[in-house]
């Protein structure tokens, strides 16, 4: 039987954004509390809501996992004694209205989470397309020379527009000045930074000892001033999470950029090939964007909110700042000790590696970041939750792992030219920091999750100086196949003192959070290595027919394996089923 309820008095004070739906009646959200309800093993959360005629109050009963669900609305009358300082649970009228546009707000999240992985996912299966066709027509010291000028474009990109487009899509008031006021700043960081780049392009050239540098880099800084342009459109689509708008703007380009690059390659011009195709991308990315979002921008100043959105965007420029050198510094060493040649491999084995594991580790992320937010007050739902997705993901990004380390090689021989063969090891090499890098991202988004972002930082900064400190004197002495084992070696330091605190924080000892890596690292060990080999053997890897069939094959054979040694992995799979899922929520 229920127990007796207790009244829950909400904050007066707003900390939420409110729906598009709401908006358009002068709503928004206001701060939400949880207190028992009486009901064993239930907890109530209240959601307050303002509007110009009263206060609305959400109640969300939780009583079983997976997900809270939305039970009713309470309206204050206008000028009851409850709506003048706080609104406590009793008055019951439903309103329909309102629970469609909480249903529409979660639907259309929902639904940017598939446009955002059709996109992404498109775009990195065409570039990758299109990589294997220029690497063929171009050497690998056309690919170093764009590497190089495309570090130095990235370090000027941190400060491109100081964290203002982020501070655009966080701010709920005068969304019109603050995105014009973000189009004029950022044009004119951005102009300031193409002419930094004018001066800094020969002194590139004299340092890395290569006078074509100055031309590239001058070129492919112009991209500063498109990005520019870009920055409010991008940040207006994202803060209406509208992300089907962007599919467009972000798929053609590249269909077009592709296109233009392999026509350039055929007909000789090297190295301007890769430029011309990334302008292309950029320029016609920026063109689409303007001609989807309704946005033009006003002239006006105010200093108090220019200062307002710098106070946002400037802890944005400082995580920024330790991502770009520790996803460069490697590139340093490279191109100064080892050469653009060595760069143009470097780079394209990092890419390989690291497109199939990381992006589907990024991608989960990003979908259950809201589900680890959400339950942070509920230890064991959230250990609950974080296990089931951290043995998903070692179960997919596995396989895929052992499986770039076991065909890699074959994978080179097969597809692209013999001045690529130096590719083979650091690929290898590179598969397994990449591993230890999907794991990664999973145990960054527990942690933000549970409010210690600064953690994560601090294990950025130590991977930072292992491989800032340490990388010259790898490049040095051992070449490129140094300085990839000592990234993997360094993710995998990183990731043993990830686990210790992810497992302190759930109440959860590292040494059962490394258990639930234990199957599905054995079986991608045993059997797609095997398959490899077994295949090799008896008809060779020479041809597409006999490689491919390798690959699905060891595939299929590792999930039946892992499917019949571990239940829990064979029950995850079948939850991530699109009706199981909905059925679920």
């Known amino acids: 039987m229920p127990g007796t309820r207790k009244k829950t008095t909400i904050p007066t004070r707003c900390s939420h954004r409110l ?13 939400f509390s949880a207190a028992r309800t009486g009901w064993t093993g239930s907890t109530r959360k209240s959601l307050r809501v303002v509007t110009p005629n009263g206060w609305l109050e959400r109640r969300i009963v939780t009583k079983s996992p997976p997900f809270p669900r939305p039970i009713i609305f309470f309206p204050c009358p206008n000028g009851s004694k409850a709506c003048s300082g706080s609104a406590t649970t009793g008055w019951r009228a439903t309103s329909p209205d309102g629970l469609q546009s909480m249903s529409f707000g979660r639907k259309k999240i929902m639904a940017g989470f598939g446009w955002v992985a059709l996109s992404r996912y498109a775009n990195r299966l065409l570039g990758f397309v299109t990589t294997l066709i220029l690497a063929r027509l171009l050497s690998p010291e056309d690919f170093g020379l764009v590497a190089l000028a495309a570090m130095m474009v990235e370090i000027l990109k941190i400060f491109k527009d100081m964290g203002l487009g982020q501070a655009l899509i966080y701010r709920r008031d005068r969304i019109e000045e603050a995105s014009s006021a973000v189009f004029f700043m950022t044009l004119t960081l951005n102009s300031s930074l193409f002419l930094l780049a004018l001066l800094l392009a020969p002194l590139t050239a004299g340092f890395f000892e290569d006078p074509r540098i100055t031309s590239v880099l001058i070129v492919m800084s112009t991209n500063l001033l498109w990005m520019s342009l870009g920055v409010v459109p991008n940040a207006l689509v994202r803060k209406e999470i509208d992300f089907h708008k962007l599919i467009l703007p972000e798929v053609a380009p590249v269909v077009v950029g592709s296109v233009v690059g392999i026509v350039l390659a055929f007909m000789g011009y090297g190295v301007w090939a890769l430029v011309v195709r990334a302008l292309t991308v950029d320029i016609l990315m920026v063109l689409l964007l303007w001609r989807v979002v309704p946005f033009r921008p006003h002239l006006n100043f105010d200093r108090a909110l220019v200062m307002e959105l710098f106070h946002y965007g400037k802890f944005i420029v400082g995580t920024s700042i330790v991502a770009v050198a520790l996803y ?27 497109m199939p594991v990381t992006e589907l580790g990024h991608l989960i992320c990003r979908v259950m970041f809201p589900v680890f937010s959400r339950l942070n007050d509920d230890l064991p739902r959230l ?76 294990f950025t900064i130590y991977r930072l100086v292992a491989i800032g400190g340490l990388g010259g004197p790898a490049v040095l002495y051992g070449g490129l196949e140094g300085i990839c084992w000592l990234i993997a070696g360094t993710y995998f330091l990183v ?91």
């Open 328 to 354: 460069n510094v490697d590139k340093f060493y490279i191109s100064k000790i080892e050469g653009l040649t060595a760069l143009g491999v470097y780079t394209l084995a990092f890419s390989i590696a690291n």
């Open 383 to 458: 250990k609950e939750a974080f296990m089931r997705t951290f043995r998903f993901t070692a179960a997919v990004t596995f396989p895929m792992a052992v499986g770039i380390m076991s065909f890699g090689p074959a994978l080179v021989d097969l597809m692209f030219e013999p001045r690529w063969a130096p590719m083979k090891r650091p690929l290898q090499i590179l598969a397994l920091a990449a591993l230890m890098r999907s794991l990664s991202v999973i145990l960054h988004e527990l942690i933000r999750a549970l409010g210690e972002p600064g953690r994560v930082q601090r």
């Open 495 to 585: 990731l043993l003192r990830e686990v210790g605190a992810g497992g302190s924080m759930l109440q959860v000892a590292g040494g059962e959070l490394l258990a639930a890596l234990l199957r599905p690292m054995l079986a991608a060990v045993l059997v797609i290595p095997g398959v490899y080999w077994a295949v090799r053997a008896s008809l060779g890897m020479e041809g597409a027919a006999t490689f491919w069939g390798g690959v699905v094959l060891a595939s299929l054979v590792y999930a039946l394996l892992l499917s019949a040694v571990d239940g829990e992995i064979r029950a995850e799979l079948a939850r991530f089923l699109p009706g199981r899922y909905l059925r679920q929520k």
């Open 19 to 31: 729906s598009s739906t709401w908006s358009t009646v002068g709503a928004r959200f206001c701060s």
